[in-house]
């Protein structure tokens, strides 16, 4: 017996930049058994109703990455996102292209800003000349080595984490999560030698832009965790280089300045992120701040339970966990 069929709205983004003057949405409605993939019901539009609707696709397996797109404004892989609880949690689909890259038509986007962010942190082994890849046979990991990896091998590259990230939005110079869950990759590689000039350049090159919204976690279909990797890294390139960037410095700051008093000492973190000097150039903005709520520049009191937060600070340290 077939199963039974809902009726389902899709209002689907359409723009072609030749053509189209401003994107607009169209709404077709399918009848459709519940656990039809998004996917599925673009191409059966696509097939039926409207050929000149563009989605990029090929595996229909969740392997690809190829068809990842905003669908309710989230970012997911339409061949694995059935439409009947997106139906019953909105009453309608809102299918749009995935964002942070260029459309080219309808749902399909351009990754080349994607994929350049990708290159840009040298993704690939870089070995030891004296100690080249045993030839003819692999080169053996012990399951410590491998485990420390996570879940980065995972990643299919779908970019849906790029498309979710603030940042990137923000800072188009901002790598963005993929890229840095690579990174991490290769710096926990025991058979690559860069390990420190990744950890170095990177500290530089967009490392503390990320907002810790853990958006990209949330929206990564492998689970890949990108926002955990991405704090993995900040704590390596502290470790390999000191605080040397404001981001560095207002990090560890904000740790350390909690640790006392259990309550954040805003005037102390200014001089902590941007040194005796810097801070200086922080004057007008300080008056700003302090016309607004003077209390800041009283020395708080430490909160009740600070004692406890000073415990909890000295079994993360003998963790190795203190971030
Ligand atoms: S946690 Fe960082 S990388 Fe992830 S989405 Fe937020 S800003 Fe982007
Ligand atoms: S980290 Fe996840 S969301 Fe980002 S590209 Fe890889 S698989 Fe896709
Ligand atoms: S079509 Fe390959 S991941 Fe969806």
Redesign the pocket.
Known sequence: MADATIPVPLDVYRFDPARDSAPRYQRYTLDLAPHTPVLSALLKIRAELDPTLSVRFSCRSAIC?SC?MQVYSK?RLACETPVGPEVELHGRIVVEPMRNQPVVRDLVVDQAPFWKQYEGIEPHLKLDPAKPMPAGRTNPMSPEQVEAFHD?P?????????S?CPAVEADPSFPG??AL?KLYRFVVDPRDTARQDRLVRIQTEGLWLCLRCHL?TD??????R?SERIRDLKEMAVAAQGATELGSRHAVGFKENLRSTGILNEMKLVRQTYGVVGTLGQVGQGIHVWRKKPEITKRPHPIEGAEEIEQIYKALDAEGDGR
């Open positions: 990455g990842a970012s980065t995972r990643c299919i590259a779908c970019a849906a984490c790029f979710a999560p993929m869950a990209c929206s990564c279909p492998k689970n890949v990108p």
